[in-house]
């Protein structure tokens, strides 16, 4: 199933959590689990952010995908979302 997640970080955790390192290895982690087919990152609101574009078996695996981001990274994250082919199915 295709899902897409958006996260945002808030300034000042996403600055230590970039100052620290903490920030690249919990993307490192999310990476290695999603394996993302794109992933895009960019300030959006003025806010560290990014967008991931990625497949997995069962919609309830994204509780675990998105753990790391609450807990290392106080991230706001959306609903993941499906392309509409795959809705259809």
């Known amino acids: ?3 897409m997640l958006r996260f945002t970080l808030p300034v000042e955790k996403g600055n230590q959590a970039f100052n620290d390192g903490l920030l690249g ?3 490192e982690s999310v990476m290695t689990k999603l394996k993302p087919e794109a992933a895009y990152f ?3 609101d ?3 952010s990014g967008m ?5 078996a069962e919609p ?4 675990e995908v998105v753990e790391p981001l ?7 994250v959306e609903a993941p979302s499906r392309r509409r ?3 259809m199915m």
């Not at 991931?52 to 997995?56: G, R």
């Not at 609450?70 to 706001?76: G, I, M, S, T, V």
């Open 1 to 3: 199933m295709r899902m």
């Open 25 to 27: 290895r919990t993307m």
């Open 52 to 56: 991931l574009f990625f497949d997995i």
């Open 85 to 87: 082919r795959d809705r």
């Open 42 to 44: 960019a300030p959006l």
């Open 70 to 76: 609450f807990l290392n990274l106080d991230a706001a």
């Open 46 to 48: 003025g806010k560290r």
């Open 60 to 63: 309830s695996q994204i509780v």
